[in-house]
């Protein structure tokens, strides 16, 4: 059987317009897993092991709770919670794997569909280099649209280079050949940051991770290195620091009304 779960291969790309411009762009890879197929692909991948060790990995702890209890679970209540229900649907995670027991995510995204396929919400789950996190629950309203749109507030500091009173528009395509996402990060003054991934689907398969592992050897670690790097180089640039406030008291913000969509524009280049 075809496994429902996929690899996607491509560039993510940053652009900040203000107060210093700084651009960079770096090849990766993403897996899309079904939460669901996680113990068949633990079974069937030599590479590949959900909730213990492996080249490449899979930790429940890693998302959601981080307490390593279901996440299907997780997201269900949080879809609760939203009026959202999906019965029988699928809930799929687009991530980076730990490999060789290490990974960070800046950002992670649950695709949410239900029964019929339908993509019905999305949760944008945000990380920071200070061990903190924070999850953006929103519908799908046009469950027909090949790309939704969402905006919505900042409630997680994420870089000392970029101030907490922002917004954020996404456009975010329901991942079949390529997946994209295009963030733009705006403050009162307008925008500020511009990032977008853009990957061609693969299938999953050991033959696929070998190569990838040579291909993208201790890349979650490489992600990590590379943020400080950058964040170096925009010191140097003298960018102003702003103060790091308290991590959100809730780990979840619901976003009952999207909002109307944003101006994003995909780059691939």
Same mark, same amino acid.
């Given at each position: 059987?075809?496994?429902? !779960?996929?690899?996607?291969?491509?560039?993510?790309?940053?652009?900040?317009?203000?107060?210093?411009?700084?651009?960079?762009?770096?090849?990766?890879?993403?897996?899309?897993?079904?939460?669901?197929?996680?113990?068949?692909?633990?079974?069937?991948?030599?590479?590949?092991?959900?909730?213990?060790?492996?080249?490449?990995?899979?930790?429940?702890?890693?998302?959601?709770?981080?307490?390593?209890? &279901?996440?299907?679970? %997780?997201?269900?209540?949080?879809?609760?919670?939203?009026?959202?229900?999906?019965?029988?649907?699928?809930?799929?995670?687009?991530?980076?794997?730990? *490999?060789?027991?290490?990974?960070?995510?800046?950002?992670? *995204?649950?695709?949410?569909?239900?029964?019929?396929?339908?993509?019905? =919400?999305?949760?944008?789950?945000?990380?920071?280099?200070?061990?903190?996190?924070?999850?953006?629950?929103?519908?799908?309203?046009?469950?027909?649209?090949?790309?939704?749109?969402?905006?919505?507030?900042?409630?997680?500091?994420? &870089?000392?280079? *970029?101030?907490?009173?922002?917004?954020?528009? #996404? =456009?975010?395509?329901?991942?079949?050949?390529? =997946?994209?996402?295009?963030?733009?990060?705006?403050?009162?003054?307008?925008?500020?940051?511009?990032?977008?991934?853009?990957?061609?689907? =693969?299938?999953? !398969?050991?033959?696929?991770?070998?190569?990838?592992?040579?291909?993208?050897?201790?890349?979650?670690?490489?992600?990590?290195?590379? #943020?400080? %790097?950058?964040?170096?180089?925009? %010191? *140097?640039?003298?960018?102003?620091?702003?103060?790091?406030?308290?991590?959100?008291?809730? !780990?979840?913000? #619901?976003?009952?009304?999207?909002?109307?969509?944003?101006?994003?524009?995909?780059?691939?280049?």
């Amino acid at each position: 059987m075809t496994p429902r !779960s996929s690899a996607y291969v491509g560039h993510v790309v940053h652009a900040r317009k203000r107060p210093r411009a700084h651009r960079l762009r770096y090849s990766v890879f993403y897996l899309l897993l079904d939460l669901e197929e996680l113990p068949d692909l633990d079974q069937n991948l030599r590479l590949f092991g959900y909730n213990c060790a492996g080249v490449f990995s899979f930790h429940e702890r890693d998302h959601g709770p981080k307490d390593g209890s &279901s996440l299907r679970d %997780w997201v269900d209540a949080q879809l609760a919670e939203a009026g959202i229900a999906i019965p029988g649907g699928q809930v799929k995670l687009l991530c980076l794997p730990r *490999i060789l027991g290490y990974a960070f995510n800046p950002i992670a *995204i649950f695709y949410c569909f239900d029964q019929a396929g339908r993509f019905k =919400a999305a949760l944008y789950e945000v990380s920071n280099t200070f061990h903190e996190t924070h999850t953006y629950l929103l519908p799908v309203e046009d469950d027909a649209a090949d790309t939704v749109h969402h905006t919505f507030d900042k409630k997680l500091y994420v &870089s000392p280079f *970029i101030p907490m009173d922002c917004r954020y528009a #996404i =456009a975010l395509r329901n991942p079949d050949e390529h =997946a994209t996402i295009a963030i733009r990060e705006s403050d009162r003054e307008g925008d500020l940051l511009a990032a977008t991934f853009h990957g061609r689907r =693969a299938a999953l !398969s050991d033959r696929f991770l070998a190569a990838t592992f040579l291909r993208f050897p201790l890349l979650t670690l490489k992600v990590m290195v590379g #943020i400080h %790097w950058d964040a170096l180089k925009l %010191w *140097i640039k003298r960018t102003p620091v702003f103060r790091h406030p308290p991590e959100p008291s809730h !780990s979840v913000s #619901i976003v009952r009304n999207p909002g109307s969509p944003p101006d994003v524009r995909v780059r691939t280049d």
